[in-house]
């Protein structure tokens, strides 16, 4: 299993686009390491001869050309937030190319948001048309679920105000996304090796967790290997890398990991 993170930032990116030319980064924050230039959130999962997306960033199109994507087997979506889904159209030329529609996953909550927002993009939703064909096949899962042909896992997080999903696939767990997480949560990371967590910032945050509970959770958890993601702009990539305990490390757009499936 190779795992890529095409996007490490917060829901804005990084730098944030607003107040200063070039962006805003928070204080103490390097513009000159390349490790605190972010984009939105987003994994692409390659195993078994298929390649799976997680999440649809708005940065999606750039993030496939950057990393040479040319197939997507199947998406699986965290949640209906701007930034993990509106970059969703930029698969329409895969799906051209790949001759229909591409299967996508995601639990029953956001496949009711994703169909009622974006009803011209899914099979369910948009079934005849002609000009303008849907480029996914939606299915809404629970719990164990089979994408594909690959068994994966698809658990609820609390977000504050929603609910993400968390996603298990043989030996790596992806949990954006959350600020708290619950027994079945953890039940369902039980024994992963690697393991991919939202980190936004230091300070405790409403909907993200912050810094300190996150490593209380890879503490839990034990995977042996911790990357955090979602880091927002006041994240500076070597100070957070020199808080983290062995085994534990903040992500960055480009970084690869390659894992040993067993069964
Ligand atoms: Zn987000
Ligand atoms: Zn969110």
Request: charged share 25%.
């Amino acid at each position: 299993m190779r795992l890529t993170m095409l996007g490490s930032g917060g829901s804005g990116g990084v730098p944030l686009a607003g107040d200063r030319p070039g962006g805003t980064f928070g204080a103490g924050v390097d513009p000159g390491d390349p490790k605190n230039w972010r984009r939105r959130v987003s994994v692409l999962v390659e195993t078994r001869g298929k390649t799976i997306l997680i999440d649809c960033s708005p940065d999606l199109r750039l993030q496939l050309l950057e990393n040479r994507v040319t197939r997507i087997d199947a998406v699986f979506f965290t949640h209906a937030h701007a930034d993990h889904s509106h970059g969703l159209d930029e698969l329409r030329a895969l799906s051209y190319a790949q001759r229909g529609p591409i299967p996508a996953f995601m639990s029953p909550r956001t496949h009711a948001d994703l169909t009622g927002r974006f009803d011209y993009v899914f099979t369910s939703s948009h079934p005849q048309a002609k000009l303008y064909p849907a480029i996914m096949a939606d299915h809404a899962v629970e719990g164990d679920f089979e994408a594909i042909g690959l068994a994966a896992r698809i658990f609820d997080q609390d977000h504050g105000n929603v609910v993400s999903s968390g996603f298990r696939i043989g030996p790596f767990g992806y949990s954006t996304d959350c600020v708290t997480l619950d027994e079945a949560a953890f039940a369902a990371l039980e024994g992963i090796e690697v393991w991919i967590v939202d980190c936004l910032r230091f300070e405790p945050h409403p909907t993200h967790a912050h810094f300190d509970r996150t490593l209380e959770w890879i503490d839990r958890v034990k995977p042996k290997r911790a990357i955090l993601t979602h880091l927002n702009h006041t994240m500076d990539y070597a100070t957070v890398l020199s808080r983290c305990p062995d085994g534990v490390e903040p992500g960055y757009d480009g970084l690869t990991i390659e894992l040993v499936e067993t069964s």
